[in-house]
């Protein structure tokens, strides 16, 4: 059986430490595949690629590729929103109606949010599954950590500047020496929020982030427009309970006070702030046990069985 994975992209593959969650879960999924199957994984449409006949062409947020080469079988792995509009923007409305697509989404939020108008000839959902450099990190977290950091390493900035104010305004009052780090996109020049213990470093590789983790008491994922949030699994793993509206997948993700907390409204989001500040050893180390233990289900090698038994279906 010949596979193609094909991801629009401009990344190098070769360096993995720069890829994104979409292009490391793409990468991740063709290790296991080329194990068994002989498996291409390619951002660039080739000649050669377009005049082979492919036994199964899996294509991630992108239907064009169905137009441009010869597969058996089309499987479009839905990471975003799929709206009408967006189809329209990207002309891949005609894409997506006329070639009798399998659709897989990585969330049950993300499988109710795509219109029905699409007629695909299969709709499932399989979660994202942890990188494997999480994946096999070995946890040995202290249950006691002498800096209190809240990490925000969700690249969308939505909801930031109403928790940079809050933490202004609530928690440095209450807890002084608490720290809140920042890893977004574009580092912003902010030499006077670290007064009030607010870190911007900038977008950085994985294996820095989680090494990051590792000292650090909790996450902030607000999850405004997440179809999965695959930060929050990576932080979970990393035993950092998740702080989050509990809208979008989100709601999926987390159990209160079990691997996080769901707030209903952002000027609340000081509280459970402050209660993971607060926790005592015992109780910091139940909470990130239970978090360790909710990623179990995203296990690679489980979610892989699954992907799996798509392909022999």
Known sequence: MKILIYVNTKQNFHNTNNLGGIEILNFDLYNYLKKHYKTLLTNSLTTKIKKTKWDI???????IVFDLVDTKRKILWLHNKLQIEKAFRKKQLFSILFNNIEAVFVSNYLNYKTTKLYGFKKRIVIPNFLPKIFENYKNTKK??????????????EKGLDKVIEIWINKVNVMAPKAELHIFVENKKNVNKLIKKNIFFHGKIPRNKLLDFYKNSIGMICLGYDETFCLNAIEAMKMGLPVISLGETALNELIINKKNGYKIN????????????????????NKISKSSIKFTKKFNSKYVFNKW???ILS
């Open 57 to 63: 062409v899996i294509s991630s947020n992108d239907s």
């Open 143 to 156: 249950s006691y950590l002498t800096k209190k950091r809240i990490v925000w390493s969700v690249q969308r």
């Open 265 to 284: 409204n952002i000027e609340n989001i000081y509280k459970p702030i402050l209660n993971l500040i607060d926790l005592n050893s015992n109780q910091r």
């Open 308 to 310: 799996n038994n798509l």
